[in-house]
């Protein structure tokens, strides 16, 4: 069986780090390993517009910066497939099929729903759409008969419901669709990294976010601001380093080679977390070590950056011949699909066949 990673974001604004210690760090590393024989990277703008349906220039808006933010970040569009979700209308279809395999009561225990239907304030005015959100994502991963789905802790319910859907519809219709498996990333500091004011979820639309896209001087001054231990208040107090975001960030970034470059005075992470324990550092010194280690890895994306922003029309292009191959793929999943459904009334010549003895 082919090895076949599937993999995407929704396009309601720029992309930040926590997506990039996520999943697009280690997309690039899967894509650079060789281990696998096609790799899709979906911009999801059907799925953002079920809670954005009344503001469809958002979506339109903020493709082009998540193709940049990929392209950025080292996708290659000679080695992955970065596709638009709606300009592959097979994706609908199957969603359509498979919600006959759900009812309304499964998508509503669904943790990752429930969350996101609570932080948006939905209460009994859920879209359609947004509920049976898990059911597309089913229908992605499938269309592309996908093996390998890496994604970040929150995303776990949903893989489940998609392996739930493939078993299903396996059982009821015969062996048709691949069953996914999820990969998360393997620090475990990236596997929700928090927001600048210390709140467990980096959110746009709470305000505390590093995207990939800020300048220098705004990862700085969003670096030197970040939430630390309340109760650290002098250089020789203390301090706590399990639930400082200063320290998580460094667990998700920071390398042994770092502390060489910015600050000798330690070899290692786990030096400089027994001296802020004990006393006698301060936050500055160490916010200041964390802009530089943070510096140095986006650095290389902002460059990137720089010449795509310079070449729109190759960006739209990429996204194009995408697009086409993800729909070639997709087609010919549904085609299964639909045969093993036993929908397929005008390819099944054994069906028109019968039909005419029966009336002869």
Not at 50 to 67: C, F, L, M, Q, S
Not at 209 to 222: G, N
Not at 262 to 284: I, T, W
Request: with cysteine; hydrophobic share 35%.
């Amino acid at each position: 069986m082919s090895k076949i990673i599937l993999t995407g974001d929704r396009p309601t604004g720029r992309l930040h780090i926590g997506h990039y210690v996520g999943s697009l760090k280690r997309r690039v590393e899967l894509q650079n390993s060789g281990e696998y024989d096609k790799i899709y990277i979906m911009i999801a703008d059907a799925q953002a517009l079920t809670d954005n349906y009344d503001n469809p220039d958002k979506i339109r808006e903020n493709i082009v910066e998540v193709a940049l933010d990929y392209l950025s970040c080292g996708i290659d569009p000679e080695k992955s497939v970065i596709f638009i979700q709606s300009m592959v209308p097979e994706l609908t279809e199957l969603t359509f099929y498979y919600m006959n395999l759900v009812t309304e009561a499964r998508l509503h225990r669904n943790p990752t729903i429930k969350s996101e239907i609570e932080m948006r304030g939905f209460g009994g005015t859920i879209p359609a759409g947004f509920l049976c959100y898990p059911i597309s994502q089913a229908s992605d991963i499938t269309a592309f008969k996908a093996t390998t789905v890496p994604v970040g802790e929150d995303q776990m319910p949903m893989l489940e419901q998609a392996r739930e859907i493939v078993n299903k519809f396996n059982t009821i219709y015969g062996e048709t669709l691949v069953e996914p498996q999820i990969l998360l990333p393997d620090n475990k500091a990236c596997l929700r990294l928090p927001g600048t004011d210390g709140k467990a979820k980096m959110s746009k639309s709470l305000g505390n976010c590093i995207y990939l896209a800020d300048t220098e001087e705004d990862v700085r001054k969003k670096v030197m601001s970040m939430y630390t231990d309340p109760n650290h208040l002098k250089v020789e107090d203390p301090g706590q380093v399990e639930g400082n975001t200063v320290f998580t960030y460094l667990d998700a970034f920071c390398k042994d080679e770092h502390f060489a470059k910015f600050l000798p005075d330690y070899a290692s992470l786990d030096e400089l977390k027994a001296h802020y324990r004990r006393g006698g550092l301060g936050d500055v010194k160490v916010k200041k070590f964390l802009n530089n280690v943070m510096q140095e890895e986006l650095a290389p994306i902002r460059e990137r950056r720089k010449y795509w922003e310079k070449n729109i029309p190759e960006v739209y292009d990429i996204l194009k011949r995408g697009s086409e191959e993800a729909q070639k793929a997709a087609a010919e999943t549904l085609k299964e699909v639909k045969a093993s459904m036993r929908i397929n009334y005008f390819e099944d010549g054994a069906l028109i066949n019968d039909t005419m003895k029966k009336y002869m």
